[in-house]
């Protein structure tokens, strides 16, 4: 699915970043949350996923991911090893909290908002 970034904002306050994004998906936005919620997939919609596998441990409804990405920033690179309880809101919103205990992250979450 093509896409074209419209948006990018990463801002630092404290110890914790906060990026948002906005993206243009040429696809619909049934497609896209069926292509986004497939976690075991998500390594061929996106080159910085280097492993996302679903593992048990989360409590209902959610779904616990193990994912390794690897972030560059300005020649600096670093992958991210976390677990995150991913909670899927249809139609248009997926969250993700991360389980820092199980991550190389001591905090993380995110939101995802999808539509046409």
């Known amino acids: ?13 404290g110890k914790r970043y906060q990026v948002v994004m906005h993206a243009v998906m040429q696809t619909s936005a049934d497609r896209a949350y069926a292509v986004f919620t497939d976690y075991a997939r998500l390594v061929q919609i996106n080159p910085a996923i280097i492993q996302a596998v679903p593992i048990d441990g989360a409590l209902a409804p959610a779904q616990r991911v193990h994912t390794q990405v690897r972030v560059c920033v300005m020649g600096i690179c670093r992958v991210f090893d976390q677990v995150q309880d991913m909670y899927k809101e249809p139609p248009q919103h997926l969250r993700a909290e991360v389980i820092p205990e199980m991550s190389n992250l001591k905090f993380g979450r995110a939101s995802w908002r999808i539509w046409d």
Not at 1 to 13: D, G, I, K, Q, Y
């Open 1 to 13: 699915m093509a896409s074209r970034l419209e948006h990018l904002e990463v801002t630092h306050v």
